[in-house]
């Protein structure tokens, strides 16, 4: 059994069943999945070596099934759902989910959608989204606890206070944040139309824009405009290195550099092209070149690897040398056990109070109404 634990062999426990027996022991089953196989183990532990449950800790009880990803397109039949993903997650979920795709995209198919249950498979400002524009639908998240850097560099107090401070600007702000904060804005915007949108606003009038200021900086550059800038940063964009990027571009002389706005603008110097994950997508399936880095978050390259079999994609480095560092920890939350367990039990459920809801409807709808012809997939280039 040792050599399950060699990487770069991924394990899995996918299922817990215990029975307590003799002599103060337990003896657990547990689900193994290895290169897609599946097995099962029994471990022994004595009483002395079992943590017990802490309050805020709740054990799944649930059994799952042997076969997860039928059980679960079987559910999504029953339930009349549809599962929603982004493309950072996992690429089990992803080639169960019914749609994968960008916020702009994701934000779209939500506000569309007949099936009466929404599964979001994505951190929870984007099941907020969902939400907000799909209020009859009942919107489920795997695990709540999916946040995001971004959201939570951008307390609603704080944004408020921002806001006041000027009293002029048009606040443009990132899809990437709580309710809350969206409906104190006056345009909520994502990477796929943020420069398309920050263009369309009265030449005349400043902007705030808010969290990331990455992406702030990045449309700043690209419309020409003066931002005032939040100081928000997406903590999986920072940990590229620059060193490093210029490192793997020296030995891979041929190679395009794809990034994603977020990146900090010492990484974006060195990108050929720069967009959502969307965009990033179309551009690996466009491009003339055989071996592209890609400096995004890493799940993105399970879509990429299918859409450009033939081709080279290397994750850009972080200062190890390695690109292991460029996974998003919220999205990560999200398993194929919890898509399971959230589809039996209709929970963790998103709900938000109406007149929240409300308020934070209308710059969505603002959104997608002042960028209802882009088409994320479609390429701009870097200037
Ligand atoms: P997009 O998919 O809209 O490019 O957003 C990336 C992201 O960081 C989502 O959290
Ligand atoms: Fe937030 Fe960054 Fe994770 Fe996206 S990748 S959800 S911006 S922390």
């Known amino acids: 059994m040792a050599m399950l634990y060699q990487p770069p062999t991924r394990l899995a426990i996918l299922a817990v069943n215990s029975v307590n027996c003799r002599n103060s022991a337990q003896n657990r089953r547990y689900a193994i999945a290895i290169g897609g196989k599946r097995s099962y183990i029994s471990l022994m532990m004595h009483e002395s070596t079992m943590v017990a449950p802490s309050a805020d800790v709740v054990l799944p009880t649930t059994p799952l099934p042997h076969e997860l990803p039928a059980a679960i397109t079987a559910l999504k039949q029953q339930m009349n759902a549809v599962i929603l993903a982004h493309y950072y997650q996992e690429g089990e979920i992803q080639d169960l989910a019914d749609f ?217 480095p972080g200062v190890d040398g390695s690109c292991s560092c460029n996974n998003c920890p919220y999205m990560a939350m999200n398993t194929l056990e919890k898509l399971y367990r959230c589809m039996i039990s209709r929970s963790p459920r998103i709900d938000l109070p109406e007149p929240l809801r409300l308020a934070a409807a209308k710059p969505l709808q603002r959104m997608l109404e002042m960028s209802a012809a882009i088409n994320p997939a479609a390429l701009t280039r870097k200037d």
């Open 100 to 316: 994968v795709g960008d916020s702009l995209d994701l934000s779209r198919k939500a506000a569309a959608t007949d099936a009466e249950v929404i599964v979001f498979c994505g951190v929870r400002f984007m099941a907020e989204v969902a939400k907000i524009l799909s209020p009859d639908r009942l919107v489920l998240l795997p695990d709540l606890r999916a946040g995001c850097s971004l959201e939570s560099s951008c307390p609603p107090d704080q944004f408020r206070a921002f806001r006041a401070a000027h009293p002029d600007h048009i606040a443009v702000t990132y899809i990437n944040c709580s309710a809350e904060v969206k409906a104190m804005s006056d345009v909520i915007v994502t990477s796929s139309n943020a420069v398309a949108i920050v263009n369309q606003l009265p030449a005349d009038k400043p902007i705030l824009f808010a969290p990331d200021r990455h992406l702030g900086a990045w449309v700043a550059r690209q419309t020409g405009r003066q931002l005032t800038l939040w100081p928000g940063s997406c903590i999986v964009h920072l940990q590229f290195s620059e060193r490093e990027l210029v490192q793997l571009r020296v030995r891979h002389p041929g190679a395009e550099v794809l990034a994603h706005p977020e990146c900090p603008e010492e990484i974006l110097a060195y990108a050929d092209f720069i967009g959502s994950t969307a965009q990033l997508l179309a551009r690996v399936k466009a491009s003339p070149a055989d071996t592209i880095i890609i400096a995004t978050e890493s799940h993105i390259l399970h879509q990429m690897r299918k859409a450009a079999p033939d081709k080279t994609l290397i994750g850009a």
